[in-house]
């Protein structure tokens, strides 16, 4: 057989050596046709035992399963399809991996050149079919990548051909990381700590050597220790907050807007460990970006770090009197309760992120819990696959995911999973109001909306989830809330969907209702 009848599968053993050469571990396909040497030489790997292959029917499923193990992991993890519309499948998983910085791998099978512009079937240009993707025609150099990247492989007839499939497995060595240069940093302005998504530890290292309030997101990677609760009421309503002479922000703040409001002022110093894609308005002059930061000199002194906690202590006080137990803020502190030491909670966005956001408590350091959410574009699309990805590609003691109703539909193909199939052991809980509650308590849940707020909004559907699980063969569990810690406290294997039905009419009063006591709780002190 001559070469040129094998350059199919060459060109597939050449990916997947390349690939074990880079330590990936896990690659997802979508099966297709002219893919169909990628996938064969894949399956055989998977067989040798040098590779985890995942198999998804749904491009857009299969790149948010990728994109999860690759965020989990903070490795390389490729995600296969074949040409045509498969491709534009994955553009929502490659919009988010480049705007949290994730190191998918987009491995897409093409036709010949000479076709492009052609009517040939399934023929369309895929070079650089994904804005702000790195476009490469080789496997990347190195094990470490800052993003996405799109590898689009051209294969010729024939495309399969038997094939005894053999890897020659070397080490390809990454170049040495480069050296970091640290902001130094002393005490003297009043400073904050702002800890958005993945700023991970040391946003927390800086707050706690420093003596700074520590504001962190949940899926910062640094909500723990001393960091506050009810920041963003704070920030809101506190007078302390008007004393801010300074901040300091890691990772990717979008979650709150009394945090961007923070982070849009120009009357104050704001260092931010990052560059204008982590830092969500346009940058004035007042701010800095910088690699990192440390301090270089004694701690603060201790009473601006105590006035931000006092606050807090008032303001969470306020919110848990509040609270009945049948609210979604109930819902979030049950499942963030239930998250053990070295477990790991993936966190929708819309509500349940921001519900988690006002009430969880930070936990100790040092118990390697992993939060983490689509936090890139903060979309809703791909969640159920994104969170059983990063379960797949992370040990954990307990793996939980927590979303909203209408995520848990938008992404439900997540859960078609085939009997060949890795699954993790994973509970994903849903806290179901019919809708979109978020849109209740911004500007659009005004009463001059109120003729239109259900049908272009709350979009309820009615939808029976029980019912789509057991089309998907997943067991399913309806709870209260006041049910819920003590069915997330059950030994369980595989996949799990626990319903938690709640109501939403007076979503818009309650938010009133937890700002006005936070803000009378903090202007009596």
């Known amino acids: 057989m001559t070469r040129r009848t094998q350059a199919s599968v060459e060109t597939a053993r050449h990916l997947v050596e390349q690939l074990l050469g880079h330590q990936v571990t896990d690659a997802v ?28 029917v749904d491009e857009r499923e299969a790149a948010f399963l990728a994109l999860g193990m690759a965020k989990a992991s903070r490795r390389i993890v ?30 897409t099978a093409d036709r010949p050149a000479r076709l492009r512009g052609t009517g040939a079937n399934q023929t369309t240009d895929q070079r650089q079919i994904f804005p702000g993707v790195p476009f490469v025609d080789v496997v990347p150099r190195t094990g470490r990548l800052d993003g996405p990247q799109h590898l689009n492989l051209e294969l010729d007839e024939p495309l399969i051909t038997p094939t005894e499939w053999s890897f020659e497995v070397g080490s390809i060595s990454d170049p040495a990381p480069a050296q970091i240069r640290r902001e130094s940093l002393t005490v003297g302005p009043r400073t904050v700590v702002v800890a958005g998504d993945d700023a991970r530890q040391p946003a927390r290292v800086l707050a706690r050597e420093a003596r700074w309030p520590l504001l962190a997101e949940p899926s910062s990677g640094s909500r723990n220790g001393e960091a506050l609760v009810a920041y963003r009421l704070v920030l809101a309503h506190s007078p302390v907050a008007e004393r801010i002479e300074r901040v300091i922000s890691f990772g990717h ?46 701690p603060d002194e201790p009473g601006w770090l105590a006035e931000w906690h006092a606050a807090d202590a008032a303001a969470t006080a306020a919110i848990d009197d509040l609270l009945d137990g049948s609210t979604g803020y109930d819902v979030a502190n049950a ?24 009430v969880a408590r930070p936990y100790v ?5 992993l939060l983490i959410a689509n936090r890139g574009l903060a979309g809703i699309d791909g969640t ?18 927590y979303v909203g109703d209408l995520t848990f539909l938008h992404g439900s193909n997540g859960l078609l999973v085939g009997p060949a199939e890795p699954r993790p052991d994973l509970t994903i809980v849903v ?95």
């Open 29 to 56: 396909l979508a099966p297709g046709s002219r893919s169909g040497p990628l996938a064969l030489a894949l399956a055989a790997a998977d067989r040798q035992g040098l590779i985890r292959l995942h198999v998804r």
């Open 78 to 107: 490729p995600v296969v399809t074949t040409s045509g519309t498969a491709v534009a499948n994955l553009h929502p998983a490659m919009l988010e991996a480049a705007h949290a910085g994730v190191p998918l791998l987009a491995v």
């Open 253 to 298: 703040a979008t979650l709150s807007r009394p945090v961007t409001q923070l982070l849009s002022r120009t009357d104050i110093e704001i260092v931010h460990v990052g560059n204008q894609r982590t830092f969500p308005v346009p940058a004035g002059a007042n701010v800095r970006f910088v690699d990192g930061a440390e301090l270089r000199s004694d």
């Open 335 to 358: 499942v963030h309760a239930a998250v053990p030491p070295g477990g790991l909670l993936f966190i929708g966005s819309s509500s349940p992120i921001r519900d988690l956001d006002l």
């Open 365 to 369: 350091v040092g118990e390697r819990r």
């Open 384 to 401: 159920l696959s994104t969170a059983i990805g990063a379960a797949l590609a992370r040990p954990s003691s307990r793996a939980i995911a």
């Open 431 to 525: 806290v179901n109001d019919d809708g979109g509650s978020i849109f209740s308590t911004l500007e659009q849940g005004a009463p001059a909306y109120a003729d239109s707020f259900e049908r272009v909004y709350a979009t309820p559907t009615g939808a029976s989830i029980g019912a789509l699980c057991a089309g998907y063969g997943v067991t399913h569990q309806q709870v209260s809330p006041a049910q819920l810690a003590g069915v997330l406290a059950e030994p369980i294997a595989g996949l799990r969907v626990i319903e938690v039905p709640i109501d939403r009419a007076h979503r818009r009063e309650l938010t009133a209702a937890i700002s006005s006591a936070v803000r009378t709780a903090l202007a009596s002190r």
